[in-house]
Each structure stands twice: as C-alpha cells, then as structure tokens.
C-alpha cells in the first residue's frame, strides 16, 4: 500500500520556506484558513471569542509543531486536525458538549430535507409522495449574473443559522470547495454521515431560499 | 429489503436522495429510478435545478477575512516563534 496522502511539491516548498522563517508562507497559510478554522472551531464550540481563541492557539501549534511534520497528511488537513482536537477538548472544558451530537449520530434524528406536508399522503391513490402542489420557479432567478448582493446576505445568513455539524460540512464542502474525502478525516465522519449532513445542510438552505424568493417575487 | 426498488420513485423519496445523487453515490437502480422520474415531474425538475443553484451561490460566498488585530497578533506570535528559533 502506498501512503494515503503523498504532499505535493507544491506543499513541501511551503513546508521548507515555513521552517525557514519565512513571513509570507505563514500569512498565505493564515490567509488561506483561518476562516474555515474558525467555522469549524464554531462547530465544537459555539462561542466566538472561543473560536477565535481556539484557532489562534492551533496556529501557534502548527509553528511549534512544523519541525516534527512528517507529511503523511497533507498541510491542510494537518492543520485542521490539530484544530479539532483543540476544539474538542476546549469544548469538553467548557461542557458544550451538546454540539457534537449530530457530528457523531446524525442519524439518531430524522429530519426531512421537505416539510411533509408539502407531499401527498402515502394513502393517496395514484400520487403517493408526490408534491401535493405546484413548486415556486424560482431557480432561474439564482443563476448567477442576475443574484443581487441581499440575496447573498440572505443565504449567508442562512448558512450561520444551521445547525453547526450542518453548517460546518456545508461551509468545508460547498464555500470553500473541500473534497468529501478531506472533510471526513478532519471530521473524522464516515462518508455517509458526512453526505447526511450536507444533505441536510443544503435542504434547510434551499428552504432558506425559497422562502425568500417567495416573498420577493 | 423494501419494494422501493420495484416502485417509480416519488418526489419525497427523491428530494432525500438528491445529494447522493448529486454527490454521484446513488446505486445504480436508484439513480435510473431517479433519472425517470425526474424526465417527467417538472416539479423535482425544478427542484434540481434549485439544489443546483444553491450549490453555485454558496461557492460565491465570500470567506470572511481575520481582524486585523488577530492577523498582528499572529504575526506577532510567529515573529516570537521565528526569533526565538533563530537564537537557538
């Protein structure tokens, strides 16, 4: 078997200019993370201030620890990591422990992705299941060259409300673009718990948005 | 396991299954359930459509930026960690 994750060449220069001192390599790093650090570090811990401290702590773990880096793990997911593990003992300390739930069980709570009432009843005799009314059209108007700055303040919004597993896997996978397969090792999430909460995640924020959508046709 | 397998899909069957779908999980015969379906309910077509677009908009979501403060701090920090390094 070769090595799960092989660093780039790419990653070991940034690695080198990092043990070497260099300013530049730390901000591209600090730059390019810190936002979904503190998303993720929100997801364990739902205060801000602990966030911000928690991810302040994990660069400082990541320079103290980049002499030892062994690059079995890509850079990023070393990093991200160290900040869960940091978030999680945080959390323990601070008894929010109630945020890990879905993180850990999200199937122990069924939610679906559509009120049900929007569906015909099972007993209905030939459309069972089926929408019990026509759907607004509004997927049009969220094409891209005609969404205005408030509908993204809406969907931002929505995105801050979700539950935080939710949030956090939605915020890794679809904000900053994550493959499903980084995500679950920081996570630590099968592949399946991980598609149930984005799943999950992405039906609340098309709920989000249809429901505006609605009250600005 | 369950007569699903046998039956058309329905629209709440299908807004479950959409993201394994999407994310290309779904096993075969589901996803040709899937597919027929979608070919005549204009609603879950709409439907895609919209789970679609929403996956667009969030990938425009700006990230937000650190504080200036956090980013002096941390630099602060690495500058300590580097000196410190250098006066070993």
Sequence with gaps: MTPVAQISSAEADLIDRLRGGDEAAFVCLVNAYSESLRRLALAFVPIEAVAEEVVQETWLAVLTGIARFEGRSSVKTWIFKILANRAKTRALREKRTINFSELDHPLERDEPAVNPARFLPASHPTWPGHWAGPLDTWSASAEDAVVGRETMDVLQRGLDRLPPAQRVVVALRDVQGWPSAEVCEVLHLSEANQRVLLHRGRSRLRGVLENYFKDNA | MNDNTQREMACQ????????????????????????????????????????????????????SLEPQTVDSLLGAFRRWRDSKTGL
């Design chain 2, 13 to 64: 069957e299908l807004v479950e299954v959409i993201t394994d779908y999407l994310e290309g999980t779904l096993a075969e015969l589901d996803r040709a359930r899937f597919e027929t379906h979608l070919a005549s309910c204009r609603a879950c077509q709409e439907y895609v459509e919209q789970m679609k677009a929403l996956v667009r908009l969030t990938g425009k979501l700006t990230v937000r």
